[in-house]
């Protein structure tokens, strides 16, 4: 685990172009574990929310991927569940590695890279930074792994895929997944440019 990337200094207006909002560490890196990964046929991305905050004054918490894996392994799992985790600042942590298969969707670990992002969805909407830092993030994922952007999906919408019904409401109520899918789009379509 650590500190991925920080989505939020190499953007500047609003800047959704993934060549430009990543330095060619993170590209190194991203083709490195896109290697590793090779195995593994990534078909999905999956959006979620760490559900960390207080419901009676709406406050959000900024959850790191250490303290997610700390709860994963209170509740008997090997590790973190996601593959990233989005700070409420933008930066982007690595949580379980790309080579691994994740824990965060039932039914659809084996096929899917799972992003969570700090915060509570239901009590707060994504911060600016988490939305570009998440985006850019899932656009390189989906331009390295040939994951079409329909692909991209928040934990609520994977029941039909997985046959039982989700019961949550994660990334969270204020999160328009409609809307991150466009934004998606947007960026692949602008490196593409």
């Not at 920080?6 to 500047?12: F, L, N, V």
């Not at 915060?119 to 909407?125: K, R, S, Y």
């Not at 600016?128 to 999906?153: F, M, N």
């Amino acid at each position: 685990m650590g500190i991925w990337w920080a989505a939020h200094a190499p953007i500047t207006g609003g800047c959704w172009r993934i060549d430009s909002c990543m330095g060619a560490r993170v590209r190194a890196w991203l083709a490195r574990l896109r290697e590793k990964a090779l195995g593994r046929r990534w078909r999905y991305v999956v959006w979620h929310t760490a559900a960390h905050g207080n419901v009676r004054t709406g406050e959000v918490y900024d959850t790191s991927a250490a303290q997610i894996d700390a709860w994963h392994r209170a509740q008997g799992w090997r590790g973190i569940g996601y593959h990233f985790v989005v700070r409420l600042d933008g930066r982007v942590e690595e949580g379980r590695s790309l080579s691994d298969v994740g824990s965060h969707v039932r039914g659809l670990n084996r096929q899917a890279i799972g992003i969570c992002f700090s915060g509570h969805g239901d009590l707060q909407p994504l911060s600016d930074a988490q939305v570009r830092a998440g985006v850019a993030l899932t656009a390189a994922l989906c331009k390295s792994y040939g994951i079409p952007v329909h692909r991209v999906l928040g934990h609520r919408e994977c029941g039909e895929l997985v046959g039982y019904a989700i019961g949550k409401t994660c990334p969270g109520k204020l999160v328009d997944m409609r809307e991150m899918r466009v934004k998606v789009q947007e960026a692949l379509d602008a490196v593409s440019e």
